[in-house]
């Protein structure tokens, strides 16, 4: 199996409320940042990546954005909502217990083995869209095999970023990148152990 992150990011990081409303993420005022950002080519990407998967896997509070946007979306809505709606998903969660969007199992407790479990169990693709925390964790534990990051033209200036302030380290090979027509670009990565650094 093999685990792929997406996520989209501003130039300065930013991660937070890449497409939403302010609504959906009370006391920031800069959500929905990336939504103007995307093209035809670039949603094309998208839909080709979730397309390609045999299994998602989020933290818990995308798992609810995206259950109750994606979630109530008819056959036929979408590429996107048909592939969530299709394929089995994961969340990784120690308080949820009845996630109610169809195909979901619960990973609570030791979620390194539980994913050492599905390593062994499923084939393809696991992907991860959104979910910083989980992310950040995954690759913490070097459970990462591909990130993909969709970097958006626009420094937001605030709000959470995909990787801290301070964290743990990490070298990354680029594999393939490409830009779109309104400069949201595509970069792919895959984890390289720990970095080099200068030595004076």
């Known amino acids: 199996m093999k685990l792929t992150t997406m996520t989209q990011v501003s130039v300065d990081g930013v991660m937070q409320a890449n497409g939403g409303p302010s609504w959906l993420d009370p006391g920031f005022d800069r959500g929905g940042w990336a939504r103007g950002l995307f093209d035809t080519e670039a949603l094309a990407y998208v839909e080709q990546v979730y397309q390609r998967a045999d299994a998602f896997l989020f933290g818990r509070r995308t798992f609810e954005l995206f259950a109750e946007y994606w979630g109530v979306m008819p056959p036929g809505s979408g590429s996107i909502a048909d592939a969530l709606n299709t394929t089995p998903k994961y969340v990784a969660s120690n ?80 594999v393939d990148s490409r830009a779109f027509t309104r400069g949201t670009t595509v970069q792919v990565y895959r984890p390289a152990g720990k970095p080099t650094y200068a030595v004076d």
Request: glycine share 10%; proline share 5%.
């Open 95 to 174: 308080t949820l217990t009845d996630p109610q969007w169809a195909d979901t199992t619960v990973l609570s407790g030791d979620l390194a083995a539980a994913l050492g479990e599905l390593r062994t169990t499923l084939a393809g693709e696991l992907q991860v869209h959104g979910s910083g925390v989980l992310v950040r964790w995954l690759l913490e534990h070097d459970l990462v095999d591909e990130v993909i990051l969709m970097v958006c033209p626009v420094v937001v200036g605030r709000g959470t970023r995909l990787f801290p302030d301070d964290g743990p380290d990490l070298a990354l090979d680029l």
